[in-house]
């Protein structure tokens, strides 16, 4: 099984890239294909060779010219930059060249490059990009944070079921609690959207509790959120500079008292849990669901670390099939098996 990487991706690369693809080979001698600039690639690979022996780790380089940045317009890089990393990692996938790829890249690209070369998996009206959220039980998991900002009640049905998948397989939940962003607990309330999206997802087969607010989110009662791209994407957002935001008003507040500066050593570990609870590299990256192959999208501020755990994403993505899963469950007319 072969991992693409796109090593031009993100703010951080390569350093970070080529630093989190030698981090994961050596957790889980997984086959690396590392994608972009071969002499970038190397030059950063030179700075390890005094630690780790690199011929042991299973690395391969594809070389190309191109880069799509953060600025380009999706479509039209996808379209006109071919020998881009992340194209290049995309047809790697698409002609079984490689299991999976990974890219902290413009995401909007990355989906486009998913969709170009991938294609949709038959059944599905339209991918989604779910992302995991800490909450006071472990994570939820949010469909659609990005991808589809207008959507119809199907596709909201359609993201239910393949992040219910996803939970299953990837993260071993037995029966995962779906619930639906909305204004108000009542089957009543919500726009049209969200009203008529209720009524798909209480007759499918889904462990569906119905509608959750905002505060639920956190608050870990559901396992699966569902809503619309643009809402997802503003639940992310906000939640990124609330905790963003927390982490810094403690760090004030103990500056603010000496005593409590002293004891930093003795809360250390405690502090150091919550930091790692709302540290979005501890998950690294979140799949592309939907596609018919493997795709995760990292952080385009991913460090090393983000980039190691993106690509145990990827690894763990591929080793259960999500991809066929959502293909059977879906079937070949856009409608989910109920």
Not at 263 to 284: A, H
């Amino acid at each position: 099984m072969k991992i693409a990487l796109d090593v031009m991706g993100g703010d951080n690369a390569p350093q970070a890239t080529v630093e989190g693809a030698i981090l994961a080979s050596k957790e889980t001698n997984a086959e690396l294909i590392l994608v972009g600039d071969e002499n970038q690639i190397l030059d950063e690979m030179s700075k390890f060779k005094s630690r780790i022996d690199l011929t042991k780790l299973n690395l391969e380089i594809i070389h190309t010219t191109e880069v799509i940045t953060m600025h380009d317009h999706p479509a039209k890089a996808v379209r006109n930059k071919k020998d881009s990393s992340l194209s290049v990692c995309a047809k790697l996938v698409a002609q079984g060249e490689a299991a999976g790829f990974v890219s902290m890249g413009n995401s909007g690209a990355v989906m486009a490059a998913a969709l170009f070369y991938l294609k949709r998996l038959d059944g599905v009206l339209r991918p989604t990009i779910i992302t995991r959220f800490p909450s006071l039980n472990g994570s939820v998991c949010i469909a659609d944070m990005g991808a589809n900002v207008d959507c119809k009640p199907e596709n909201l049905l359609q993201f239910a079921i393949m992040t219910n998948i996803f939970c299953r397989k990837v993260l071993g939940m037995k029966d995962p609690r779906v619930g639906l962003v909305s204004i108000g607990e009542e089957p009543t309330k919500g726009n049209e959207l969200s009203l008529a999206a209720y009524q798909l997802l209480a007759k499918a087969d889904l462990n569906f509790i119905g509608n959750i607010e905002g505060y639920d989110i956190p608050s870990g009662k559901a396992d699966i959120v569902v809503c619309d791209g643009f809402v997802g994407n503003v639940i992310l957002k906000f939640g990124e500079g609330l905790s963003d935001m927390i982490l810094k008003l403690i760090y004030r507040s103990f500056k603010k008292h000496p005593i409590s500066w002293a004891s930093i050593p003795f809360l250390w570990p405690t502090l150091n849990d919550l930091r790692k609870k709302v540290d979005y590299s501890e998950f690294g990256g979140v799949p592309l669901l939907g596609v018919d192959g493997v795709c995760i999208i990292g952080h385009g501020k991913s460090n090393a670390k983000a980039v190691k755990n993106a690509i145990i994403a990827a690894i763990n993505a591929t080793k259960y099939d999500v991809a066929k899963a959502i293909s059977e469950a879906l079937g070949k007319n856009g409608k989910a098996d109920e």
